[in-house]
């Protein structure tokens, strides 16, 4: 069983610029989560995807999109990077109607905005 | 809307002996599960353990336990027989049913050999 692997590790971006980043969910889990933590603080929700399409949003501007892909990988876009954009982006995957619906999280991407 | 908070932002144990972190939490809801993760410096969270609120017995697992007080709105994570390795950021979290998880600000375990 392959665990939630996120991608890149690190990312360095200037003001203004647009990232993706990537995600692979667990094997046999169909829900993704994105999670942003800023340093020394609890990780926010940013959304949730299932089946494709966006299933739940945290309070986070229409800049901050994602994608759910078939093999339920996922990615989340942030457009317009603002300075306080900088955190660590987390990744979860679940698999909804299981028997738990726990989260299990990746090792996240650490990005910086000068 | 859900909070979650931790009292303690950072705590610390003698090696072997045993600790309790706090958090406490607010919910209309009768049904929700909740969770304690850790976090290493290594920064992957990592689940300790769940608890699902309907269920009155307290979950355990290996050295990790809980004391989840439901009327009160307290969920505790006891680590008996503290190791080195237990040294992280602990974070409470709670999560309705096929929703969005809260997580608390944290509690930073130092583990004093």
């Known amino acids: 069983e392959t665990g939630v692997t996120q991608s890149p590790t690190h990312l360095i971006k200037t003001r203004g610029q647009q990232v993706t980043l990537r995600c692979s969910s667990q094997?046999?889990?169909?829900?993704v989560s994105w999670y942003q933590q800023a340093l020394g603080q609890g990780p926010q929700f940013i959304f949730q995807?299932?089946?494709?399409?966006?299933?739940g949003r945290g309070n986070f501007p229409p800049r901050f999109s994602g994608l759910q892909f078939p093999n339920y990988s996922s990615e989340l876009n942030v457009n317009a990077l603002e300075l306080d954009d900088s955190a660590l982006y987390l990744c979860?995957?679940?698999?909804?109607?299981?028997?738990?619906?726990?989260?299990?999280f990746g090792p996240g991407t650490r990005l910086t905005v000068l | 809307a859900q909070t979650v908070t931790q009292s303690q932002p950072e705590m610390s144990v003698q090696e072997a002996e045993t600790v309790t972190l706090s958090c406490t939490y607010d919910t209309s809801e009768s049904d929700y599960y909740l969770f304690w993760y850790k976090q290493p410096p290594s920064r992957q969270m990592i689940l300790v353990i769940r608890q699902e609120a309907y269920k009155q017995q307290n979950a355990t697992e290996n050295r990790f336990s809980v004391n989840f007080q439901k009327a009160a709105k307290s969920f505790s994570l006891k680590i008996s027989d503290s190791q080195l390795g237990d040294a992280a950021m602990y974070f409470c979290?709670?999560?309705?049913?096929?929703?969005?998880?809260?997580f608390g600000t944290g509690t930073s375990l130092t583990v004093i050999p």
């Open positions: 094997s046999g889990h169909n829900t």
């Open positions: 979290a709670y999560r309705r049913i096929g929703n969005q998880f809260y």
């Open positions: 979860a995957s679940s698999l909804r109607g299981g028997a738990t619906d726990t989260q299990y």
């Open positions: 995807y299932y089946r494709e399409e966006e299933n």
